[in-house]
């Protein structure tokens, strides 16, 4: 009996205090103005930002360019150099180990994750939102961004940060 009840206490505890730390985590909101990666992934004020739900292939694609910073990359990167515009929104969903964050993040009111998705340049994450996984299979069926090249292999791992 004494047992059962320290157990139940010790599992309340517990429960409370991972809530606790979750939640500021969770609820963190960055806004700031982001540096867009070559990985695409953001630098928003001092924090690496991942974006949520989503997998941005690798596509291998070099430059050389005399202008600083250099204005090259992938179309996943190219794509978000184009729409962010001022100031990002990002509401944290998860901490790495790495210290990054991964997060919803909107320019102008545009969840970022989707407009890539829509456009081809990422893939939905199986742990992402529905939504995601509609506009992947929507981009798909009309060839957009990676699902238009030929000899380009689209495949996201299986555990995404």
Known sequence: MIASSCRRLITGAL??????????????ELVNYAIVRQDA????????????????PP???????????????????LALNFKIRGFVHCQAVHKNRDRSITAVCRSNGVDLSAYLIERGWAVASENGPF????LEKIARSRGMGVWGMHGIA?????SLP
Request: net charge positive.
């Open 15 to 28: 429960v409370a205090a991972l809530t606790w730390i979750a939640v500021p985590a969770a609820s963190a």
């Open 41 to 56: 992934t953001l630098l928003v004020g001092s924090k690496v930002v991942h974006l949520y739900g989503i997998y941005v």
């Open 59 to 77: 596509m291998g694609r070099t430059c050389r360019s005399n202008l600083r910073p250099v204005k090259c990359g992938s179309d996943a990167v």
């Open 131 to 134: 939504e995601y996984q509609v």
């Open 154 to 158: 689209v495949t996201s791992p299986s």
